[in-house]
């Protein structure tokens, strides 16, 4: 993969160039905000550090995500939750604080690259038709069908729904489905995922076709061939 390593600290720039080049990764680095928008196009994922010489970070994460639909990983000194949260709501895919551990950034780089593997995220695979019992959901039409009819969600429940019939096998905790489409982990407390997956239960007529996951989240469920379970 080609990465863009945004970062002005020399030494730091230097360590994690060398971690991503030892996993095989190709890197270009660059320490200004006007030389990353220059090359954004070019990257198959991003690491990000907020703070640069001549633009805030996140303004460049704005200005980044009209051009490039990458995934971007955050590398900031700051650690307040604020800063966090502007940076997901900006477009930020993931964020470590420094000082972090190389092995914990690859691991999230991996993770990222997974979930942003998605007909949602953008990303250039466009995997096939997932279909459960009458239910089939079709990623590059954005529809969802079941017994043959088109079901209206709306974009948010589409979302959710797409999300987990993308990894079917998968159980999918809650944090991880808020970071992907509502962009934010901290809204782990709220009741919106719910809410969304009972409205796609309730429009399809197959509560089965998303099963909970008590305490941990959900996963795409078996509808039966007549609807049922
Ligand atoms: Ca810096």
Request: contains cysteine.
């Amino acid at each position: 993969m080609h990465a863009l390593l945004v970062e002005d600290d020399d030494r730091m720039a230097h360590a994690l160039g060398t971690a991503l080049a030892q996993r095989g990764h190709s890197v270009r680095r660059v320490g200004r905000a006007s030389d990353a928008l220059q090359h954004a196009h070019e990257a198959e994922f991003v690491l990000l550090d907020l703070g640069l010489p001549d633009l805030d970070g996140l303004e460049l994460l704005r200005r980044m995500r009209t051009v490039c639909d990458a995934p971007v990983i955050v590398v900031t000194a700051r650690c307040e939750e604020r800063d966090i949260v502007q940076g997901l709501r900006a477009g930020a895919d993931d964020y470590v604080v420094k000082p972090f551990r190389t092995a914990e950034l690859m691991a999230r780089i991996d993770a990222v690259r997974r979930r942003t593997d998605l007909p949602a995220g953008g990303g250039a695979q466009s995997p096939g038709r997932v279909r459960t019992g009458d239910v089939e959901i079709d990623p590059a039409a954005r529809t969802v069908t079941v017994a043959g009819a088109e079901v209206r969600l709306t974009r948010r429940e589409y979302d959710v729904l797409a999300f987990l019939a993308a990894r079917p096998g998968e159980v999918h905790s809650r944090e991880e489905i808020l970071d992907r489409i509502w962009g934010d982990v901290f809204l782990t407390a709220s009741r919106s995922l719910d809410v969304h997956v009972a409205g796609i239960r309730a429009k399809t007529g197959r509560s089965e076709l998303i099963r909970t996951v008590r305490g941990f989240g959900y996963q795409l469920g078996s509808v039966g061939p007549d609807g049922g379970p």
